[in-house]
């Protein structure tokens, strides 16, 4: 493998091409007219226009991608998360075209893509799932009776789901019908497939994921787990690994699952198994991510593993080389991702020129990051930024690390989720551990964080005119 092409934009194209120059591999970077001057471009060795702004005009233009590979000789291309990541059909081109595609087979993607699909394939390898129906559900009679027997309050998911599109929790059996024509019209209207099932509704869990590595030959390991309960309206905000609160003993049956549910779909490279953790510590599997996910860095501090490296190595057929006896756990680390968005003002998209955008440096901080100051945040694409990961020898070490480096980050310009980050690290259910994925619901407002805001800059206010007074005092000045 001598060059691949990256069909990705932003840090995550970066963070790729920084492993494949460590391996001595050149790289090839795809943009949109409105990336012209963007980092990854720069970056690349080569690189080449694709398109207009808009993604399904460059991004999302799969055929074009594969044709403009082979005529620069490209030997595999690397999708990143999002975009084209988890296109089966783009998979199988890729592979038709005698291009290496860095990830799983098109196979596997297409199982993990349907919920039912998922559920089918890891039935014989006796995984924990949560109560429900494992095959799509037309009728409202059938649905209210496998409803009684689950019990309620129960949720009706979309096959095809992806961000918590057409999920809908029934409290109680009258509103079965009405919330079955709305989360079946959802899914069609964003899937174009109309498939529900009904799983009981597990009320507070903590969302907690495995990492898998697999090669071809069969062996697959798991890099232990991924704390990602602290999101906003199915997105991510804070992530961390290790859990607080996993046990060795739950770690290893989670991680032996996640192992199975990678080897009932023949998987290929690195993938996210997700589970719930429900508040008796039973977890349940949900579905499984075929790709590089955004939050693989947390992974990569606790295990010293390169992720991206061994997403290369066995997609050019070498045998894992990593035991799962050889991995342990050290340290503790946390990402926070820094999206150009209005934390006061509903997280509303801030777009915008960074004015001012310097990055926090120094021992146990690592930042993702795909802009530099000057440029202009385009409107078309995901507004992250960059990830704000920490690193510390223990987790209030890199609660604390976080803190410092929040503050050391100068962004002005646009508005961006780091006032929300601290709010989230200073918090006490947070810090100690005590937390599901209604943190946010259960604990943030605008207001509270803007009354916070005032509060510390009445307190710094009155350190001044104390400092104030005390210097006129030493000079012996008149106040
Ligand atoms: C659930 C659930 C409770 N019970 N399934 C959200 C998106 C999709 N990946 C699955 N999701 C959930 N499935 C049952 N049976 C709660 C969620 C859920 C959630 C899961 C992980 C992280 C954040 C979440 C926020 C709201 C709901």
Not at 190 to 203: H, L, N, P, R, T
Not at 280 to 293: A, C, H, K
Not at 450 to 464: G, R, Y
């Amino acid at each position: 493998m001598k060059k691949i092409l990256i069909a990705n934009r932003g840090e995550i194209a970066i963070r790729v091409m920084t492993t494949a120059k460590k391996m001595g591999i050149k790289t090839v970077a795809v943009y949109s007219t409105a990336d012209r001057n963007a980092l990854h471009v720069k970056f690349a060795d080569e690189a080449i226009c694709i398109g207009n702004p808009p993604s399904n005009e460059s991004y999302l233009l799969g055929s074009k991608i594969i044709q403009l590979a082979k005529e620069l000789g490209v030997d595999a291309i690397h999708p990143g998360y999002g975009f084209l990541s988890e296109n089966a059909a783009f998979a199988e081109e890729v592979a038709q075209n005698n291009i290496i595609f860095i990830g799983p087979k098109s196979k596997a993607i297409q199982i993990m893509g349907s919920k039912l699909a998922a559920k089918e394939a890891v039935k014989n390898y006796n995984i924990p799932m949560v109560p429900g129906i494992d095959n799509a559900i037309t009728d409202v009679s059938k649905a209210i009776k496998v409803a009684k027997e689950i019990g309620f309050p129960i949720l009706i998911k979309a096959s095809a789901g992806g961000g918590g599109k057409g999920m809908r929790v029934v409290e109680e059996e009258n509103e079965l019908e009405a919330q079955m024509e709305r989360a079946v019209s959802e899914a069609v209207s964003a899937f174009g497939d109309g498939s529900v099932f009904i799983e009981k509704y597990v009320q507070s869990p903590r969302h907690i994921e495995i990492q898998i590595l697999a090669d071809s030959y069969g062996n697959v390991i798991h890099l232990f787990e991924r704390e990602c309960s602290i999101q906003r309206r199915h997105q991510k905000v804070v992530e961390e690994a290790p859990s607080s609160i996993l046990t060795p003993t739950l770690r290893k049956k989670m991680g032996e699952a996640a192992v199975k549910v990678a080897k009932s779909c023949d998987y290929l490279g690195a993938g996210t198994v997700e589970f719930l953790l429900d508040e008796e510590n039973n977890f349940y599997f949900l579905e499984m991510n075929t790709r590089l996910q955004v939050e693989h860095p947390v992974t990569e501090l606790i295990t010293g593993i390169d992720l991206v490296e061994q997403q290369i190595r066995v997609a050019r057929g070498e045998v894992l080389s990593i035991k799962q006896e050889d991995l342990k756990i050290c340290g503790h680390a946390f990402e926070l991702r820094v999206y150009a968005e209005d934390t006061l003002n509903n997280f509303l998209p801030s777009v915008g020129k960074l004015e001012v955008y310097q990055l926090p440096k120094g021992k146990g901080i690592r930042v993702d990051n795909g802009f530099e100051e000057g440029m202009e945040i385009p409107i078309y694409y995901d507004p992250m930024l960059s990830k704000l990961i920490t690193y510390g020898k223990t987790r209030n070490e890199a609660i604390q690390l976080m803190l410092t480096a929040i503050e050391k980050y100068k962004i002005e310009g646009v508005q961006t989720t780091l006032p929300f980050g601290k709010f989230v690290f200073e918090h006490d259910a947070f810090r100690t551990g005590n937390f599901n994925t209604h943190f946010v619901k259960n604990y943030y407002s605008a207001e509270l964080l803007k009354a916070k805001i005032e509060e510390e800059a009445k307190i710094a206010a009155m350190i001044a005119v104390k400092q104030y007074l005390n210097d006129k005092k030493q000079l012996r000045l008149p106040v």
